[in-house]
């Protein structure tokens, strides 16, 4: 899909779904737009440290090459534990420094 929006509308930012190849989206996007990297956060709300520390770092991994990229989550259930929230954060400001 991200081929046929880019070639027919102005988006300059795409908001990927989490099981969509980040490298695969960043490749088709190039230097047309902003790429996202997003975390599947309804997991979050089971998911311990170690866990979402592995994930953040898989996806920042994915979108540092080229730049123009960006992270985000969906949509936050309310159950994910405040502690998890925090990991998220303190992991992409870890993982999303690009020298």
């Not at 046929?4 to 969509?20: Q, R, S, V």
């Not at 123009?68 to 969906?74: A, E, K, V």
């Amino acid at each position: 899909m991200l081929e046929l929006i880019k070639e027919n509308t102005g988006i300059m930012a795409y908001y990927t779904h989490p099981m969509d190849d980040i490298t695969e989206s960043k490749n088709i996007i190039g230097d047309q737009g902003i790429s996202s990297g997003v975390i599947n956060d309804i997991l979050l709300v089971d998911w311990g440290k170690d866990e979402i520390y592995a994930e953040v770092k898989k996806i920042m991994a994915a979108g540092k090459d080229g730049g123009r990229f960006i992270f985000g989550t969906l949509v936050m259930p309310y159950l994910i534990p405040e502690e998890n929230i925090q990991h998220l954060f303190n992991a992409a400001r870890e993982f999303g420094k690009y020298s």
